[in-house]
């Protein structure tokens, strides 16, 4: 996911992010983790949040919460596989009322 998408501040809301074509034939996920960073909005602390992460064998979703008003926060989903590969993907979500 390269594009900024949209969610509101109350929102809890799901990301897929399908690795099928990443993976080789025989190897899955093992471990999917997720990470927030987001810069300040006028001089508040930005609220976008990891609830929580769920897998199985070719995707992870992120599951997001909470965020400001004009907050762009960018999450980080990093996988492990069985057979020891390390991936991530990033998705900018910006926060609109």
Known sequence: ???I????????LDYV??????LSTGDAIT???ATV?????????GTAAVDHVTFDSLTATLWAKAGINGETAEFVVAI????GR???AVLRLRIRN
């Open 1 to 3: 996911m390269s594009a």
């Open 5 to 12: 998408m949209e969610k509101r501040p109350d929102e809890v």
């Open 17 to 22: 992010f399908d690795f099928a074509r990443w």
């Open 31 to 33: 471990i999917a983790t």
């Open 37 to 45: 960073t987001s810069p300040p909005v006028n001089g508040a602390a």
């Open 80 to 83: 492990t596989t069985a057979l």
């Open 86 to 88: 390390t991936k991530e």
